[in-house]
């Protein structure tokens, strides 16, 4: 997962893009890249660590210009000092020089289903690729812009209407060049790109709650298959597909996307309080108090005890200095320490709790979470995921790390996840919000099956696209 | 505001430091220190930063030794790469040679109301000091070291009874020599020193979070002046001035503490609820929703949800990744960015809001944040403090320069003082917490006027010791 | 100009280049790279600085493999902290992915006279380069990359035949793959490139001194226009161009290599006594002492002195601390203080001194060392170049910036030259050797005009390449 | 060994006192430290490092002032990044806080030989001190401050008077206050300073090389128990020991101080090459050529082709970019490859060598370097060094490891000494100068024995002031 952001049309494009990314934050933590255009000249930084950290005063006066993309990445854990230059060079933007449209800019959120395979195409035609090594968006990106350069249409939007209906996967890209910004979001409209404005200059973002934190006003979604191309200040609207109905990542609703942030027309906040409302409903149980696993399960434990009557407790502190930590608890191995949550045991002590979180994949910090209620006084604790068992995986973008080391099978019916992770956790009991309830919370009915309302494959395995680079092109 | 830790009779010393540090870190984020002793060497390492990055393997492997002791410190905002150095010469705990018993190591927590007196009377004599431009904290720790080594008595516990009277103010220290670690506490108990254990090993913390965080066994708070030394595993307690009834300052109930620790024997967490609970019912309103300015206000924005029965919402969310941002919003004026808070525009919007925080000093937050909730569409936005006005200042250890920039004077009434506040904040209401309501919250009964159970003087004007360096001595 | 170094066959590949590389550190001290390669992973690591720093214990832990190329790179002067990540983007070696070879890694020193024009061809066929604004030497790099990758022969010598000959202009190339390491010098051997042995490995370094340094056997120079295959531990020679004469640059020999390396079977420094003979016979004068600019004018003085017997004296001592320095002297204008060079009073007051140095390109340093010498007390300065004026320049690799800035200009005759420079150094005379001379003293025979048998374009404005970038192609 | 240096009216005196430490980095390379006065605030900065990186443009421009004192200090090798912070704290100029001076800044060059009985003194009558572990160095200078706050005279340079002549050793100190400057010479004139003047300022330095490279004016050396006091423009001149001649280090002349230095109104590089003379007057040998270890034997070594007759020529080549060095050779044990010396093949084949050092005390270099001739090609090499062997080590600042590993041992005579060092180095023959041969090069007549004119402890064992902390006050 990743986050990406532009601005034109504005004297501190930098500045501007700076705090667009770092409200995007919560999207990639890995590292942080802006490019800017000024005229003439194109300025570009990209560094390993928190957007707060890299674009200090100094950078972003270097980076001066009117337009400005950029883009935060998604966070491996241990990265040291002597790997921040690799980081940089794996870092987006991505530019090229392209005849004749000379500098091009490319930041991309998604992953293309079929880049190797284009990748190994365009090798066997005499290509070079500059990327050995480099993750899958790298890939993704320099096909596309490999792709813009081989393409024979005289400008870049008409290349683009032959490139772009030769990637399969869910994109959203954000392209630059000395003439135009242009934004486009992939066919079914699986990963989102949001339009604002503010005053004269335009915006681009993963999210709206970037647009809304730069107090810019949000105009609409790109749509899927759409192009939007913006130039001397005015935009025109393109399409590269046949209209189909948005399959958003639901993923988006329950995890991704930022609780301030509106999706499909909804607060993503009162979105995940409806998840959590729907998850009583399907899952009630007696106890004392809900807590939130925090932040993530906040909205949803809100929500379970709107609708359960049973009060809402701050049982569990997140640390807020997290972020990057060195430190390491003590060898001993008795001793679980958790350097980012604490309970409150007098908020706990005796009582039966329903721990709610918006989802499990690894397990790990439920686990760690129960044993320290239950050593904290607890007397019962009720697991409650206000979404269904992530069975399936995704292949549009999520750290392949945790797909596969996710607890819940693909073949495993609902009742057997919630029995391993039952013993996983150590709750006393566990329940999964089922896939129905999670589309009446998201949209107000069940999953229409004949066509989903939304990407789901993460839990249904239904993946709406091909996946050649896998599996040869099976479509669901 | 500073946190100290210390631990003693552990193989990983400086390990159970670093995390002890890790938990108290809301206590101080400019920089931390720590200091090891392994039967022969002392090693010590500071650095201007948060705890988690400062003491990484490498650096925690060079402090090896069974006793540690370690410090964190204030943050003030904006230092700068260059000044790491002179940080690091600040930090504590600070190291002297002292006959007979060889290397001392001190940290403190707190400020000494005469130290500056006492400085310029053994400077008199001829003592020449290490510090110059150097905080208050650290020439109280030299003072101290100073008249240590000046004192006659042929044991540390013996000089230390002998100083320790000569000292006003605040403090909770930890002193530990090639022999003993010695706990400290002030004769009023005003600042927190609390003794923890884990297997064989004992620990002195600021705060039981760091305790529970280890998930070491909290045995108690160091009672108002007195003085545990710890030899050979062995602990003895001592007293240095005639018994007195605890004064902890309040302040710890409401903001400082971590919600997660225990104070007086009643859960902080616990106590902000009830704070807001009694806020509730003396300044009730007439509204459709709660929220907290996150995460200080949250406790306090529940409790008064519970009480009132309006219900509680998430309407602000705190970004994650804040810590040292060096990111700037672009330069325009009329807009009022914020890089810490946004609105969750769909739950606020047509809205009547109570907004809760646990106490207003400058007040910059809050102007910020209502101006935000009533461009994001409140109808009403109505503020409410679970503490309050803060008139007095601090003499015991609190950044001077919140002293400085407080809304509230010390001679206002609260009318006053609420009108003010009201304007500068462009709330529709405002309402403190009465000292009356604040003490029944906290103790469950109102203030003792003959004597306040608590250190309360930053609300009420009442300093319970002497401040000879800046008024020659008036006792309230 | 820069450095290129590489060896095979050996366990520790990384650690033998960055010792190499370290010997040509004065071929380029801007940032250094390594790549390597263990049988299955090639790592790589560059970044800005001197070799020396760059390279450490940890990093060269981490690139593997038994074998490894890397470069040095010229030095610009006041590189600021915030551009160690963008040089690390630029420095060298290039890695690219070609099929059928897969990972490429390329290392260049040189300058291609027809690269942009290439990049042109290339670029309208549809190809995206991967630098934007980056130096000359990168976008050879990379053209030469894609040119390999357009070529359709099976075999990586197969396109290296093909492609070479399109290449105009000097270079030394060292390519390596996963199964071979390729040397390859340009057709007239204008950059030098050296074959090493060191029991089983192989090298290629830009000098000697990197294999002597090594303890290693200088074997012999790579041939003009041969390209040299080592796999599986044997070496293949190959020819890409019709059989030429040697031209090597005779400035290798005056100035850019280091006085131990040996070149066309001559020693380096004994070369350079030579010259500095060949000038006292052509440019004799009475005089007390001889003084070298150290350290580059210390062969010629010694040879100056041999020849003349005026006594040889260190009047100027050369400050061992200089490399990156950035302290500044005082602001005062009538100051003239070097903190590069001193000069020893008692040495030179009273005294009549011939200052010797190789070449003169801005003439800064000797205005200043006469400025200062005649502040001394020296009676008279004589300036003596071991060189012809550096009239023409050079579009072989070397900073164009000195070409722009050079004092000795094309049109000029050489009584003309010196007579500015007398007037822009404040030296009593200055003479320079003649070009006859300079040929006596390295070649032991004066110029052949009709093929001279060497690169001498700087100093006589004979071109021996075509230069199609910048003029369409003349030959000389 | 240190080098110190001290500026007063001027308006950028820290500018001025980098340069000047620049200039004396010779002295010591660990670490670098400036304190600035600017009339009412005093500046500090210290950091690891050569002063060139360590005070650039911004660190300056924070020590504003017209007054500025300076300390470079010793090298050791392989500080690693981690320690930097600790050698901040370690490096000087130390500041105090002394009744009624107020801040006192003190730097310090040289050894007190009763430095740790002083200590013990003070610390028995209560006095505290900073440093735990610390250098020797940082011991005396917290000594002499400590003693200054404990003296009741009313001035400073009073209480210096009473001071001083409690101190044992070597010495020359920089004392700055807010009124004065102050520059102290030890009784017998040990360690040197030097008194400059340009304008209005005046300048105290190590060396008369860091005025002249200023391009100020070298006035005088402070004298043998001279105190020189500069107030408001003026200088005061007093004594605080009985007169005595001066017994300057001689090893100041043979190795310490820059050959552009002048010592004893003599030219610091004639001395040298007079040393070459008498050693080839006194150790002649049938050779080919005469090469220097570069760059500390150039000076003896052309002195020795000189008087010899036999040619001066470069056969070993110093690497430039040496300083702090971490990349290591590969590990195999036949390779002997230095990264700080190279030989010319050339030069030496087939020649009997003259190998000229200034002094040999560890001889690893030496070692290295003859091996490393011989493998060249050498037919003979002849070790001559040009000060006698270094038998005592030094009480007065010398690096303690040096004098621990030192070859020559006291109770051996010459000839066994030039036994020893031959088989160590392989060296065909090695010869010392004789004391009487150092003493005509230097002070143009034999050791007086009666009173040496030079301290001269390290080759005869005479150390000329008691040695308390050690020996328990032995005088020679």
């Known amino acids: 997962m990743c986050g990406v952001f532009a601005v034109c049309g504005t004297p501190e494009a930098a500045k501007t893009t700076s705090v667009g990314l770092h409200h995007l934050q919560h999207r990639g933590q890995e590292a942080g890249g802006i490019v800017s255009f000024e005229g003439e000249h194109f300025y570009e930084h990209r560094e390993g660590g928190l957007i707060g950290r890299i674009f200090n005063k100094s950078v972003v006066a270097r980076l001066s210009g009117t337009a400005a993309i950029g883009q935060v990445r998604y966070s491996t854990s241990g990265v040291k000092h002597e790997d921040v230059v690799k980081q940089a060079r794996d870092a987006q933007p991505m530019l090229k020089k392209i005849l004749p449209f000379g500098t091009v800019a490319l930041a991309h959120n998604g992953n293309l289903t079929n880049a190797k395979t284009l990748q190994l195409e365009l090798a066997l035609t005499g290509k070079v690729f500059e990327t050995q090594k480099s993750d899958d968006e790298m890939i993704d990106t320099e096909v596309a812009l490999m792709l813009i350069g081989a393409a024979i249409e005289p400008t870049l939007v008409g290349r683009l209407k032959t490139v772009l209906p030769l990637l399969e996967g869910a994109y959203a890209f954000i392209v630059m060049t000395s003439k135009q910004m ?91 309080e409806a998840l959590g409302r729907e998850l009583a409903r399907e899952a009630s149980i007696d106890a004392d108090i809900v807590c939130a696993i925090p932040d993530s399960g906040n909205y949803a434990a809100l929500g379970f005890s709107q609708e359960s009557g049973i009060p809402f407790a701050f049982g569990i502190i997140r640390h807020h200095y997290v972020g990057r930590v060195f430190i390491q608890p003590p060898d001993e191995r008795d001793r679980d320490i958790s350097l980012k949550h604490n309970i409150v045991r007098a908020a706990v002590q005796g009582k039966r709790v329903v721990l709610v979180d918006d989802s499990l994949v690894r397990g790990i910090t439920a686990q760690r979470i129960v044993a320290r209620l239950k050593r904290a006084g607890a007397r019962e604790v009720h697991l409650r995921l206000s979404s269904p068992p992530w069975q399936h995986g995704c292949y549009y973008g999520i750290d392949e790390a945790n797909v596969h080391r996710r607890v819940a099978k693909p073949y495993e019916n609902v009742a057997v996840v919630c029995e391993h992770v039952c013993a996983l956790t150590g709750a006393d009991s566990v329940a999964y919000l089922s896939v129905d309830g999670m589309y009446r919370a998201v949209h107000g009915e069940p999953r229409n099956s004949t066509c989903a309302q939304s990407c789901d494959a993460c839990f249904t395995g239904r993946f709406p696209t091909p996946l050649t680079d896998r599996c040869g092109g099976r479509i669901h």
């Open 182 to 272: 242009i934004g486009v979001c992939d066919p079914l409209g699986i990963r989102p790109l949001m339009l604002g404005r503010y005053k004269g200059a335009w915006m681009l973002a993963s999210e709206t709650c970037a647009i809304e934190g730069l107090d810019a006003e949000f105009v609409r979604p790109i749509q899927p298959g759409e192009m939007i191309a913006i130039e001397d200040g005015k935009i025109t609207s393109h399409t590269f597909s046949v209209k189909q109905p948005s399959r958003l990542c639901i993923f988006e609703h329950i995890y991704f996307s930022k609780p301030d942030s509106t999706l499909e027309g909804k607060s993503v906040m009162q979105t995940r």
